[in-house]
T-cell receptor, first 112, second 114 residues
Framework: QKEVEQNSGPLSVPEGAIASLNCTYS??????FFWYRQYSGKSPELIMF????GDKEDGRFTAQLNKASQYVSLLIRDSQPSDSATYLC????????????FGAGTILRVKS | GAVVSQHPSRVICKSGTSVKIECRSL??????MFWYRQFPKQSLMLMAT?????????EQGVEKDKFLINHASLTLSTLTVTSAHPEDSSFYIC??????????FGPGTRLTVL
């Protein structure tokens, strides 16, 4: 059973701080990793994806991947109250190419 | 990112009726679309993979005769919830793949069965 684990939170950070969201996955053969943001009552929106070990930056967001440790994280710099949402980590299912396995999500609360 | 639309955004129906939800990729062609269901305060649950021109692939535990999926064109997939019951009330979300692996989600359809 392929699994993606996330701390459910809530993770509370003050406005302007760095929020660090973590995710581990069980399938060592996974190749692609995605972070989605989901506001309450809305559908998920893609923030960024990462395929290679190391860091990938996009604006205030940085994804970090460590395949040896089967660990992927998302850093949000200069957190804003509008970043308050549930963050979903997703990993591609190598057995079925395009299918994603989602974690349960981490609730982030940014307090002003 | 790519745009995926869903219609309707919200539907309320009586128990025993059927409801059709449409998912469209607006600015790209999608040979593969996915249908998810999400109950309150729970994560996304993949229901099925919809492939253009072929039968959908259902996840374990999802009744294919109850949740009918049709992917008749490269931009449209439909999910029909047949003989809906209150336990089918949920947030149904579709997604489509752009390029290789990136999935873009539609805005979702909130179904309430009375």
């Amino acid at each position: 059973q392929k699994e993606v684990e996330q701390n459910s939170g809530p993770l509370s950070v003050p406005e302007g701080a760095i929020a660090s969201l973590n995710c581990t996955y069980s399938d060592r053969g996974s190749q692609s990793f995605f972070w989605y943001r989901q506001y309450s009552g809305k559908s998920p929106e893609l923030i960024m994806f990462i395929y290679s070990n190391g860091d990938k930056e996009d604006g205030r967001f940085t994804a970090q991947l460590n395949k040896a440790s089967q660990y992927v994280s998302l850093l949000i710099r200069d957190s804003q109250p509008s970043d308050s949402a549930t963050y979903l980590c997703a990993v591609n299912d190598m057995e079925y190419g395009n299918k994603l396995v989602f974690g349960a999500g981490t609730i982030l609360r940014v307090k002003s | 990112g790519a745009v995926v639309s869903q219609h309707p955004s919200r539907v309320i129906c009586k128990s025993g009726t059927s409801v059709k939800i449409e998912c469209r990729s607006l600015d790209f062609q999608a040979t593969t679309m996915f249908w998810y269901r999400q109950f309150p305060k729970q994560s996304l649950m993949l229901m099925a993979t919809s492939n253009e021109g072929s039968k959908a692939t259902y996840e374990q535990g999802v009744e294919k005769d109850k949740f009918l999926i049709n992917h008749a064109s490269l931009t449209l997939s439909t999910l029909t919830v047949t003989s809906a019951h209150p336990e089918d009330s949920s947030f149904y979300i579709c997604s489509a793949i752009l390029g290789g692996l990136e999935q873009f989600f539609g805005p979702g359809t909130r179904l309430t069965v009375l």
